[in-house]
């Protein structure tokens, strides 16, 4: 990742004809650098991403690549690919085909396609697939088939719309850490759209936060997770608890930041209500009387805490929100 | 123990009297696949039947009718057809028809489905119901209209006429299942196309149309079949001129005997049966079922 930015979407705005959309919309992304969409469903997050691929028309504003405007050409004229969630690969053309298509459309000599194709294949860990048709492989396949497919095109920019969320767990976990090492090794600038906050916290450089239609805030997930600058993010992004400080503010604070001793006093008591095992740490829930809190607290601590035990609560670090 | 016991013996009894047990599931099933099996046979009958005495029929020299087996057997209706002036021709004729009325409806109708797929515009449902519409018309009635017209525009008689004829089904074919398969086509795999640097145009060609292709060929097969098939129409604006295997048909099923009719009916399901098995991997109630969705 360097300083040079390469694309910016600039007070970007895409309505559609129902009124739904993205709004005001400023971006920018550097060279070599994951940023992603994170957001819940219908927040307008694919609709960012087809517009800088192409897919659908601006309202307003600009998107521009290495300083120059794209939002006048088509889809096929722009050094964008994009990795759809399925469907992505043409079922009627063998892998090898799939991949070949976009580089015959640059007539590039039949030697370095080729080479350029095992490339592909083997960065994906998909050798020896090249004969096989999309019907006959797992959907995990079929997609790193489709990041193979955009990779070997040499984009400038890569766009990923939530490429992983119809695979199970394991998979997509595996598929993330081989994703953030291809895109670190070759240095390729990524959009990733998620609306999976863990996802979005393993994979990126940067996170931007959405919600509907506009941006709530962007950051490292460091800076996000730490201060998360609305009531929305804060409970968008890791654990929170939220508390009413009875003035139409909230208090928020994380389960980690929360001290738990036997007895009475502290700011807040409670009592023991659950306490779940999740290996070097263990999660408890309280009663208080501002609510259920959630509350981490070390293994070594396991048997100190019994249900129905009176506990006193202290915070490390709060966050105060207005009410939403 | 005691109350062990007490329940052992209630599964045993229940093993006996239940009347969901095993045994007598199976004994109901045996009943009632009889009776499925039954009604398969009537079905067949009824179905295959006239299919059956058809062939019967035109392997027979002598036949009485009412009688179930020809009183003599032979191949003297097949030399009597063949050996008609007329038929050689008609053949060719039929699939002449057939050939160019599927292809230039396929030419017409390809772009045309995919559009009715593809663009929301106000009408669309209209425009493809109207296409059941002309299903329900009487046909002969149509055919009258269309013949007053021929009439007055010199189409009577002609090649040109007797086409057109044939196009008014083929298109209709060659509208709904081609719609509905490239209705199927998921966007995305578009999309990824022009993606990878395809033009609109290339797009069609190298994946939309591929992807459709086995619910065109279907179309294309119904279209042809049913061109073939064609009989009243042809008969109104072709003859004298213009002779296909239908119209003879019609001439020697009221000029000879039963028998003549069955060699004939042969001759004209070869080719049908023929396509079917040539075109049989694409033939799938998965295709039909997409063809036939209003979307
Ligand atoms: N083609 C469309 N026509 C009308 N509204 C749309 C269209 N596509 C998306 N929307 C609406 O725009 C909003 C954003 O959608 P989208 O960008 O798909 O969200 P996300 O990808 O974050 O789930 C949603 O309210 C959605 O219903
Ligand atoms: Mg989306």
Request: glycine letters at 8%; charged letters at 10%.
């Given at each position: 990742m360097d300083d040079t930015i390469k694309l910016s979407v600039i007070n970007m705005t895409k309505l559609y004809s129902n009124g739904d959309g993205v709004k005001n919309v400023d971006l920018d992304v550097h060279t070599g650098e994951l940023v992603t969409l994170l957001g819940?469903?219908?927040?307008g997050k694919t609709t960012i991403l087809r517009t800088i691929g192409g897919f659908i028309d601006l309202t307003d504003g600009d998107i521009t690549i290495d300083g120059k405007s794209?939002?006048?050409?088509p889809p096929e004229k722009r050094p964008t690919s994009m990795v759809f969630q399925s469907y992505n690969l043409w079922p009627h053309m063998t892998v090898h085909d799939n991949l070949e298509f976009g580089l015959k459309l640059r007539k590039i000599p039949k030697d370095i396609r080729e080479q350029k194709i095992a490339e592909g294949l083997s960065l994906v860990k998909m050798n020896g697939f090249e004969k096989k048709y999309p019907g006959q492989m797992s959907g995990g396949q079929q997609q790193r088939i489709a990041i193979a497919r955009s990779l070997i095109l040499e984009p400038e920019v890569l766009l990923l719309d939530e490429p992983f969320s119809a695979l199970d767990a394991k998979i997509r976990m595996e598929m993330r850490e081989e994703l953030r090492k291809i895109q670190t090794d070759l240095n390729i600038t990524v959009i990733f759209v998620t609306h999976d906050q863990e996802e979005a916290m393993m994979l990126s450089d940067r996170i931007v936060v959405m919600s509907k239609g506009h941006i709530e805030q962007q950051g490292t997930p460091r800076q996000i997770y730490d201060n998360p600058v609305s009531r929305f993010v804060a409970g968008f992004i890791g654990e929170m608890n939220f508390l009413d400080d009875g003035t139409g503010k909230q208090i928020a604070v994380r389960p980690e930041h929360i001290s738990v001793t036997k007895g009475e006093g502290g700011i807040l008591s409670g009592t023991v209500r659950t306490v779940m095992m999740l290996g070097h740490y263990l999660e408890m829930t309280l009663d208080t009387d501002k609510g259920l809190v959630k509350v981490y607290i070390n293994s070594d601590q396991a048997d100190e805490f019994e249900k129905g035990d009176k506990v006193a609560l202290n915070f490390d670090h709060t966050y105060s929100y207005n009410k939403e | 123990m005691e109350e062990n016991k007490t329940a052992n013996d209630t599964m045993q009894t229940e093993r006996t009297v239940n009347p969901y047990s095993a045994k007598a599931v199976r004994r109901a099933l045996g009943r009632k696949r009889t009776g499925e099996l039954l009604i398969l046979f009537v079905f067949m009958l009824f179905f295959y039947g006239p299919l059956i005495h058809a062939f019967m029929l035109a392997f027979a020299n002598v036949y009485q009718a009412g009688?179930?087996?020809?009183s003599e057997w032979g191949f003297h209706w097949w030399s009597y057809i063949l050996k008609q002036q007329n038929i050689p021709r008609s053949i060719l004729n039929s699939f002449l028809f057939a050939f160019c009325s599927t292809g230039l409806s396929m030419l017409i109708c390809i772009p045309a489905a995919y559009v009715l797929a593809r663009f929301k515009f106000k009408g669309r449902k209209l425009i493809m119901f109207s296409f059941l519409i002309g299903n329900a018309f009487p046909k002969i009635g149509m055919y009258t209209a269309i013949g007053i017209i021929y009439y007055k525009i010199g189409l009577m008689g002609t090649f040109f006429g007797v086409l057109l004829i044939h196009m008014l089904g083929t298109t209709m074919e060659m509208i709904w299942l081609p719609a509905g398969s490239f209705r199927s086509v998921p966007k995305h795999q578009e999309e990824a196309a022009r993606d990878a640097g395809a033009g609109p145009v290339r797009t069609f060609f190298s994946v939309t149309l591929p992807i459709a292709w086995p619910g065109i060929v279907v179309a294309a097969m119904h279209a042809f079949i049913g061109s073939l098939g064609e009989s009243v129409g042809t008969l109104l604006v072709g003859l004298p001129q213009w002779r296909t295997m239908m119209t003879e048909m019609y001439g020697v099923i009221l000029d000879f005997p039963a028998t003549a009719g069955a060699v004939f009916a042969i001759i004209i399901v070869v080719p049908n049966m023929l396509l079917l098995w040539i075109m049989r991997k694409y033939v799938s109630a998965d295709t039909m079922a997409k063809g036939f969705k209003m979307g």
């Open positions: 819940p469903s219908g927040c794209i939002i006048t050409l | 009688d179930i087996i020809p």
